[in-house]
């Protein structure tokens, strides 16, 4: 594993401007690179897009549905009763409106479920940290060009200076994962654990 410096800057020219300081303090071509992280959630993790097994405002979902069976089969059934006391209609007249209104009591059971605690657990998603959008420069540092290679990039206004284990191949960071928490420059040194699993996004 490589130890790997970064930070984000809001377009590549300004990135390229940071990336030629960092070759005037002696660092080479192969050991910076650049690329652009996109916004959080659409990292294409999946054929269809994206980076999340579900959307976290469908959560509540479920349970909401179960209730709306319930509720909705009840009040179905009700009137279901009703149209065959009044009008002397078959008795598959109480069966079929005690299904319908299991169905539409599902429907709107889910979807008002999705609208109240969706919003709830999405809060909760994006508390959760993510490194930002935005370019990302990353050096190919040593223990020692490590302090040198965060200055620079602070200095020239790099936001989430950034430090990792990873792979560092070809002239670029081979395994980052855009969907990490990044690990600030200054925090401690164990950074064992920090290996990334996932290819460029």
């Not at 060009?145 to 950034?162: F, N």
């Amino acid at each position: 594993m490589s130890l790997i410096v970064a930070a984000r800057f809001t377009t590549f020219p300004v990135a390229e401007d940071v990336a030629q300081r960092l070759f005037d303090s002696g660092f080479v071509e192969e050991d910076v690179t650049l690329f652009f992280v996109n916004p959080r959630g659409q990292h294409a993790r999946f054929p269809i897009g994206g980076d999340m097994d579900n959307d976290p405002a469908s959560t509540e979902a479920p349970k909401g549905a179960g209730k709306g069976v319930t509720i909705g089969a009840v009040v179905g059934a009700i009137v279901g009763v009703g149209i065959f006391a009044a009008f002397a209609v078959p008795l598959l007249v109480t069966i079929v409106a005690a299904g319908v209104g299991a169905y539409v009591g599902s429907l709107v059971g889910a979807m008002s479920h999705t609208q109240g605690g969706g919003k709830r657990e999405h809060r909760e998603f994006v508390h959760r940290a993510e490194r930002g959008s935005g370019v990302l420069l990353a050096v190919h540092a040593s223990p020692d060009t490590q302090p040198l290679a965060a200055r620079v990039l602070r200095e020239a206004g790099g936001v989430e200076v950034e430090r990792a284990n990873g792979r560092w191949q070809q002239g670029r960071w081979a395994d980052f994962d855009p969907t990490r928490t990044p690990v600030p420059a200054d925090a401690s040194t164990d950074t064992s654990s920090e290996g990334l699993q996932h290819k460029s996004a």
